[in-house]
């Protein structure tokens, strides 16, 4: 199939827009997870994100020790 065959695109993309599954967190959900292909997709921020492994929850305790104390780390 040649892209000279496809039709012009006549509307604009969507985007979908998903924020953290978390009581009262208005965070971008940019994490998510499904159970399966079949199952909805459920997001989460990354600091309420039920799926870290060791080493990223490490990282963000530092994280937000620093912010506690007015330090700013990247």
Request: glycine share 6%; net charge negative.
């Amino acid at each position: 199939m040649s892209d000279t065959d496809r039709p012009a695109l006549t509307t604009s993309a969507h985007m979908y827009l998903h924020y953290c599954e978390e009581t009262d967190c208005n965070e971008w959900g940019s994490w998510g997870n499904s159970p399966s292909s079949a199952g909805s997709t459920r997001w989460w921020c990354f600091e309420h994100y039920p799926h870290k492994s060791y080493e990223q929850e490490q990282v963000l305790r530092l994280k937000l020790e620093a912010a506690e104390h007015g330090a700013d780390i990247q």
